[in-house]
T-cell receptor
Framework: DAKTTQPNSMESNEEEPVHLPCNHSTISGTDYIHWYRQLPSQGPEYVIHGLTSNVNNRMASLAIAEDRKSSTLILHRATLRDAAVYYCILRDANSGNTPLVFGKGTRLSVIA | DAGVIQSPRHEVTEMGQEVTLRCKPISGHDYLFWYRQTMMRGLELLIYFNNNVPIDDSGMPEDRFSAKMPNASFSTLKIQPSEPRDSAVYFC????????????FGSGTRLTVV
């Protein structure tokens, strides 16, 4: 899988939007961009994924740059429960059976 | 659906003892994965199964580790003998197919070997 780069940590105030960046300059045309998050003392959970167009779901939005070399996970109103490690992962649509490979992710702290 | 169920949640054992971690995947999920998480190395894939058959065990650290999936609803990860460096959180996950967004993780087993 292609490599991603994320900041080690970020901080946000409660009820404010949070923009979590991810750089993936070596992304290929068939790579999907996946985001998972890991809350304290829990396993990772799926957040969102996309290929080229921006995506929205009940948890977050994913904004993908036009050249696809970067993307941003957007939490519209951060709550204390959003404090977690967020992982940006590239998945080749043709990868077949290759499992998810996690990097270090971004540790998000939310301040009340 | 109760999700992926792991047991025990916590395990403390003495060095040299055998440890068995258990996982029940989501019904209908054909793939099962075992990951290990430590502060130093993050989340590492140990082994994964497809339709109860081990596909890739290259992440298993050494012969002391073994994993089985006797049927579609149960898998075990065994460490024999255990060592202090095996202390970590072990996660089980299941999916309809790898690479899809349908990965569901269990809550993990925190293993401490003293």
């Amino acid at each position: 899988d292609a490599k991603t780069t994320q900041p080690n940590s970020m901080e946000s105030n409660e009820e404010e939007p949070v923009h979590l960046p991810c750089n993936h300059s070596t992304i290929s045309g068939t790579d999907y961009i996946h985001w998972y998050r890991q809350l304290p003392s829990q396993g990772p959970e799926y957040v969102i994924h996309g290929l080229t167009s921006n995506v929205n779901n009940r948890m977050a939005s994913l904004a993908i740059a036009e050249d696809r070399k970067s993307s941003t996970l957007i939490l519209h109103r951060a709550t204390l429960r959003d404090a977690a490690v967020y992982y940006c992962i590239l998945r080749d649509a043709n990868s077949g059976n290759t499992p998810l490979v996690f990097g270090k992710g971004t540790r998000l702290s939310v301040i009340a | 659906d109760a999700g992926v169920i792991q047991s025990p949640r916590h395990e403390v054992t003495e060095m040299g003892q055998e440890v068995t971690l258990r996982c029940k995947p989501i019904s209908g999920h054909d793939y099962l994965f075992w990951y290990r998480q430590t502060m130093m190395r993050g989340l590492e894939l140990l082994i994964y199964f497809n339709n109860n058959v081990p596909i890739d065990d290259s992440g298993m650290p050494e012969d002391r580790f073994s994993a089985k999936m006797p049927n579609a609803s149960f898998s075990t990860l065994k460490i024999q003998p255990s060592e202090p460096r095996d202390s970590a959180v072990y996660f089980c996950a299941s999916s309809v197919k790898p690479g899809s967004y349908g990965y569901t993780f269990g809550s993990g087993t925190r293993l401490t070997v003293v």
